[in-house]
């Protein structure tokens, strides 16, 4: 008999600790996925230089190859270059000539200065006139030039800051337009992860707060801080342009999904053997000071 009512406080027991470690877990896994600033929508991001020409033309040299590794100022492309060579050629010739007729008629202008006793002052005022004009005529030769100059520097396409280069395709004879972009260049020093937290969630993050990064399929925790968090996102349900009266969407719906904030974590630490590839997703999880405690690690 006393066997029997052991083996029920047992089971009874039993079932006890299996019901409290259902509650806890469910907790937890509340915790983490409803309160706690944790987010599986995250995505590696890098600011994205699109590299075009500032002049048109055909490529004569590609010295780059795709997913290279390029330093600032380093030569991407080289555009043909005859054709704006002879437009810089043309420009001095012709600030040559404004600048010879300058000096003609500011000698002819000291001439009929020095005298003005038998020059009519009609005469004299005319040569003044024709100096100034003159002057500003070699003024814009000389931006004339100027420009040529330019455009002939600008048929060398050189990387604006470091990074990688890709999607590559280019090939010599390729004709390229003025700002259409010709490739992508990944500024690889603006790598960082931006995690998208739900709205409820934004009270536990704070700037500086401390941030564990896990990239999907790789094993290992990347290392980082909450550098700042968005200021605004867009309204979906208001739209009208400025000065205009406010379109609100009437509609309501009973489920009211939380909106997503953009938050900007800074990479501070990236162990060995990881590559970090922007658009890659991550699962970002913010150690915050005041969010919930949990009971469990993850």
Do not use: C
Not at 57 to 80: A, E
């Amino acid at each position: 008999m006393i066997n029997a009512w052991l083996l029920k406080i047992v089971r009874l027991l039993f079932t006890l600790l299996a019901i409290a470690a259902l509650l806890i877990a469910v907790r937890a896994l509340w915790i983490r996925n409803q309160v706690a600033p944790v987010t599986r929508d995250g995505k590696v991001v890098a600011d994205i230089v699109p590299v075009a020409t500032d002049v048109a033309g055909l490529i004569t040299d590609v010295r780059v190859h795709d997913n290279q590794t390029v330093q600032q100022g380093q030569v991407l492309l080289v555009i043909d270059p005859s054709r704006y060579a002879i437009a810089l050629q043309q420009a001095q010739a012709n600030l040559g000539n404004q600048r010879a007729a300058l000096a003609e008629a500011a000698r002819e202008d000291r001439r009929n200065r020095s005298m003005s006793n038998v020059v009519a002052s009609e005469v004299i005022e005319q040569g003044q006139t024709k100096v100034e004009q003159l002057r500003m005529a070699v003024a814009q030769a000389s931006a004339a030039r100027d420009l040529a100059q330019l455009n002939l520097d600008r048929t060398v396409i050189k990387a604006p800051v470091s990074g990688e280069v890709t999607n590559v395709t280019l090939q010599p004879g390729i004709y390229l337009t003025v700002g259409k972009p010709a490739l992508a260049l990944v500024d690889m020093p603006s790598l960082r992860v931006e995690g998208y937290f739900e709205e409820t969630k934004l009270q536990h993050i704070h700037i500086g707060d401390r941030a564990s990064i896990h990239l999907m399929g790789v094993p290992g925790e990347i290392r980082g801080h909450v550098q700042s968090i968005a200021g605004a996102i867009e309204d979906r349900e208001r739209s009208g342009d400025i000065a205009k009266l406010a379109n609100v969407n009437p509609a309501f719906t009973w489920v009211r999904l939380a909106q997503r904030i953009p938050v900007r974590i800074a990479i501070d630490h990236v162990p060995a053997g990881i590559r970090l590839v922007p658009g890659q997703t991550a699962t970002v999880d913010v150690q915050s000071a005041d969010a919930p405690r949990r009971l469990l690690p993850w």
